[in-house]
């Protein structure tokens, strides 16, 4: 299983185009992105979730699979902090993969997609720079 680490503004939705490419081509494969498994294996592994977990994040859904379902896995994509101990729970050979970027480039494209952008509904922003509209 591949386990891929996403880093924040270094190039991790590339990475995921690729690996969902990946495993479009690799029909028989599990996969599992932020919109919960790929494909025609969704009903299969949807089911195996509790019902009490449906609603909840993806990796948290992964997470509550049966150990087969885990095993079946070839393909795992996640913020760091989500996915970090995903190997320890598998029965079969895991690697993790993350991408690194130069530092100061990625602090100022982690700044103008958060807070110049206001980027994914402003989550970043405190309420002062809500009020104020802009993020300083």
Known sequence: ?????HNQKAGG??????????CRACESWVCWFP????ASLRRWTEAL???SLRGAGYID????LPQ???NATRVLFGDRDQT???CHFVDTRCVYAINVREPLSQMISHY???????????HKWSDAQRAQGYCD
Not at 35 to 38: E, I
Request: aromatic share 12%.
């Open 1 to 5: 299983m591949l386990v891929f680490l």
């Open 13 to 22: 939705t590339t990475v995921k185009g690729a690996l969902i490419e990946l």
């Open 35 to 38: 919109d919960g498994p790929l």
């Open 49 to 51: 979730v509790p019902s």
């Open 61 to 64: 859904r992964w997470f509550a």
């Open 68 to 70: 087969h379902a885990r």
């Open 84 to 86: 970090i101990a995903a």
């Open 112 to 122: 103008n997609y958060f807070c110049v952008d206001g980027a994914e509904g402003q």
